[in-house]
T-cell receptor
């Protein structure tokens, strides 16, 4: 299956700054999800956005979806050192039951 | 409630040996996935179980890899005659499968090192 692509591959910012990560995909989707992974271990679900939604918020997270451009962005506002992690987007590739994950964006937030 | 658990957390083995990795999904979750993640890479899909349906094995990289899910709950991923390129973190996830893809809940993973 085709893979979503996150960019940038790596992002380094200072605490308090905003972090923006982008995800592009190739096929039509029903929904897109963002996950966080700390220390190369299990992923933690952050937010799900459906194809008929354009924007969603959860705490300091804001996700947008532009289906015409086949892209999504994840914005973390007022970042904290604890936000240091890898962030992945996952798409369902036209309704497949097997999600496709990108390679992730590695975020480092310096205290 | 309890999340997804995996065992062992770390496994070091010698090339050519067989290994078994275990996943205990969240109770009541009908969907179970296995993924592999090499250092600094994304998740590579391996196999998908859904209820009593035949599993989707399309992601298994070779016939040395196999998996079972007994009683619709616990799953075991077996790698026979391990090779050094099998070294990776093996992640298991489960979901309640209400729509096309529901939120996946991941276990902590098993880090496999083949010497």
């Amino acid at each position: 299956s085709q893979q979503g692509e996150e960019d940038p591959q790596a992002l380094s910012i200072q605490e308090g700054e905003n972090a923006t990560m982008n995800c592009s995909y190739k096929t039509s989707i029903n929904n897109l999800q963002w996950y966080r992974q700390n220390s190369g271990r299990g992923l933690v679900h952050l937010i799900l956005i459906r194809s008929n939604e354009r924007e969603k918020h959860s705490g300091r997270l804001r996700v947008t979806l532009d289906t015409s451009k086949k892209s999504s962005s994840l914005l973390i506002t007022a970042s904290r050192a604890a936000d240091t992690a890898s962030y992945f987007c996952a798409t369902d590739d036209g309704g497949s039951y097997i999600p496709t994950f990108g390679r992730g964006t590695s975020l480092i937030v310096h205290p | 409630g309890a999340g997804v658990s995996q065992s062992p957390s770390n496994k070091v083995t010698e090339k050519g040996k067989d290994v078994e990795l275990r996943c205990d999904p969240i109770s009541g979750h009908t969907a179970l996935y296995w993924y592999r993640q090499s250092l600094g890479q994304g998740l590579e899909f391996l196999i998908y179980f859904q209820g009593n349906s035949a599993p989707d094995k399309s992601g298994l990289p070779s016939d040395r890899f196999s998996a079972e899910r007994t009683g619709g709950s616990v799953s075991t991923l077996t790698i026979q005659r391990t090779q050094q390129e099998d070294s990776a973190v093996y992640l298991c996830a489960s979901s309640s499968f209400r729509t096309s893809i529901d939120t996946q809940y991941f276990g902590p993973g098993t880090r496999l090192t083949v010497l």
